[in-house]
């Protein structure tokens, strides 16, 4: 196993599962296309009809390749309850038996590689239902109930962790739950923003939010936010967990423009027209939104907390708030008052893909040269 350069070894590359598109998806496709491979393997190999809308990247279902019986059926039904188990069964050297096997997920840790395979998980979060989410939900019917399966998978995914040589983690919000749930250092590497997609076209006077209606994404505070104001808010994405009292408001509110899920060409639109973001997530990750939005040259309100928490910077690039509707509308007079002293724009150019595609690199020839330090094949 002698030392060398990221391009000459061979790579793979292993997500989770794809439900449905979104920022996980765009980061897995950006780091094929940076390590110059043509296929994701996944679980569940997304609709025909629904082509990958970020690159010519392709996903590839693992599941076609492991063999089939009644209880490999019930484990694919059964989603992620099972998808530790699904992982461990996929051989690898059936798929190229690559050098390296970067894994975007959880349960895709689970994966057992040859001891001469370097195996490097990207991390958006630890499962956070087992982790910093679990006092949260327990208290639902739903939670009481699951809680002591989550018991089983949380020991489950705690083991998995030995099978990973190294891990990069999408933010330092990431890298610390890395410590403190599996005592693992980690590099940080930012998902990569394509800037030259981005522009501003002006200020067309409404704000924006991007992003599905779910309650964690605080969209009944967004929404409260702007009721009874003279300020216009365009909502766009999918419809999420909201209550059907919040869609109601939606509807008849006057100043309320829901557009649904919309193109990534009508999003660098709307990011390029608005007057501002406003974004509520809660605790997220990493949240590439904000970055969109300075990269577009726009402000962005966003809550206290997560990684957006520590990316805004309050009166440069944005402003923060506490995620209340009282505590959004503050942010917003703070912003028409004032307006900000920086230039967005340059906040969000660290977050390039040059710098992506040269820090991917230099990670994986790092780690690869720890695990050739055993002198395995000289």
């Known amino acids: 196993m002698p030392e060398a350069g990221l391009e000459d070894l061979s790579p793979a590359v292993a997500h989770w599962h794809v439900n449905a598109w979104g920022g996980a998806e765009y980061l897995v496709t950006n780091l094929a296309e940076a390590l110059g491979v043509p296929r994701v393997y996944t679980l569940g190999e997304p609709s025909p009809d629904d082509p990958n809308p970020y690159g010519d990247v392709e996903f590839v279902d693992v599941l076609g390749g492991l063999s089939p019986s009644p209880v490999r059926r019930v484990q694919a039904r059964a989603g992620r309850v099972f998808e530790y188990a699904l992982w461990e069964d996929v051989d690898w050297r059936e798929y190229g038996d690559p050098d390296v096997l970067v894994t975007s997920g959880s349960t895709t840790r689970a994966v057992i590689t040859p001891d001469d395979t370097l195996h490097v998980n990207y991390c958006h979060s630890p499962p956070r239902w087992f982790y910093d989410l679990y006092h949260d939900r327990k208290g639902s019917l739903a939670g009481v109930l699951a809680r002591p399966l989550v018991r089983h998978l949380r020991t489950r995914d705690a083991a998995t962790d030995a099978r990973v040589d190294g891990y990069l983690a999408n933010s330092p919000v990431v890298a610390r739950r890395l410590w403190k749930y599996y005592k ?68 008849r509110a006057p100043n309320v423009d829901y557009r649904g899920f919309v193109t990534e060409e009508t999003k660098h639109d709307l990011l390029s027209r608005c007057r501002a973001l406003v974004f509520n997530g809660r605790n997220e990750d990493f949240g590439i939104v904000p970055i969109e939005a300075n990269a577009s040259g726009k402000a962005v309100l966003t809550r ?33 008052a004032e307006g900000v002293s920086g230039d967005p724009a340059a906040t969000a150019e660290r977050f390039g893909s040059d710098r992506f595609e040269s820090e991917l690199s230099a990670a994986i020839e790092s780690q690869w040269a720890e695990l050739s330090a055993f002198g395995i094949g000289d």
């Open 184 to 251: 693992r250092e980690s590099t940080v590497l930012y998902p990569p923003v394509d800037l030259d997609a981005y522009r501003d076209a002006g200020d067309d006077g409404f704000y924006l939010h991007l992003g599905r209606l779910d309650e964690e994404k605080g969209v009944p505070a967004v929404v409260e936010a702007f009721a009874g104001t003279d300020h216009r808010l365009v909502l766009a994405g999918g419809m999420g967990d909201v209550s059907p009292d919040v869609r109601d408001r939606i509807e």
């Open 304 to 336: 206290d907390e997560g990684f957006p928490g520590v990316y805004v910077r309050d009166g440069e690039n944005g402003y923060e708030h506490d995620g209340t509707a009282a505590g959004i509308r503050e942010a917003i007079g703070r912003f028409e």
